[in-house]
């Protein structure tokens, strides 16, 4: 098994400093993640290759990055299926899977976290698991505001039990106020990731072609909430 086990509590401690001066530096938030993940990469990993969906996606091999990047074909599902959403918040945020993909190679780059193994079912697994942020975000309505990003983030806790992103919500939580707003938005996040369906093995292949409502019924995740985003200076002025 290929994942890192081992905390780095320093490495975590200086790329979390770099992203409080850039709270748009993703490659940090990654860092943080991959340096206080502990096994829990390991245990969700192991879930998942227990499930009969997962042991499908790995045995097929399945490259969620590909469709995602394709915003032409996302487009070209139907209206108001989640994947055409998704399309129109790349468009709005001015973002891509290829942006994030490139934010975890510039991760690696600084010293974490550590790589699966090449071709492996863990690398699979491990980009999969990455791509699943954009997805999430859709799904539950979090903006990529400041808010937004701390509220997926704490909606992902139950979904994978990773103490980096327990981390930096608490961090996020600690500096927006437990009983404020946002902290109540956050904390609601992660009670809807807590009762709704395990979202990580599922067939997003074939739910980004269903009606985004629809999906959100049916996996449990709810409508999304109505919140006052705060964004980043690094952000696009939302202009719709």
């Known amino acids: 098994m290929a994942f890192e086990n081992r905390l780095r509590p320093l490495v975590a401690r200086r790329a979390m400093k770099k992203l409080r001066e850039d709270p748009d530096d993703t490659a940090q938030a990654i860092r943080v993640i991959g340096a206080l993940s502990g096994n829990s990469g390991r245990r969700v990993f192991e879930r998942f290759s227990r499930s009969p969906r997962g042991r499908e996606i790995l045995r097929e091999k399945r490259d969620l990055f590909s469709l995602l990047n394709d915003v032409t074909r996302l487009k070209s599902m139907p209206p108001g299926s989640l994947g055409a959403a998704i399309a129109d918040w790349y468009e709005l945020e001015e973002l891509s899977a290829q942006g994030l993909a490139d934010a975890s190679e510039v991760a690696f780059s600084q010293g974490g976290p550590a790589r699966a193994a090449p071709n492996s079912d863990e690398e699979l697994f491990s980009k999969r698991l990455l791509d699943l942020h954009d997805v999430f975000h859709v799904l539950t309505g979090y903006g990529r505001d400041l808010l937004g990003e701390s509220a997926v983030l704490a909606f992902t806790i139950p979904q994978t039990r990773n103490l980096g992103i327990v ?24 009670e809807r990731g807590r009762r709704c369906e395990w979202l990580v093995d599922q067939d997003w292949e074939t739910l980004l072609e269903q009606p985004i409502d629809e999906v959100r019924e049916k996996l449990g995740v709810g409508r999304p909430p109505v919140y006052v985003q705060e964004r980043s200076a690094g952000a696009p002025v939302l202009t719709t």
């Open 167 to 190: 981390y930096l919500v608490l961090d996020a939580l600690r500096e927006t106020g437990w009983s404020s707003d946002g902290g109540k938005l956050i904390r609601a996040a992660f």
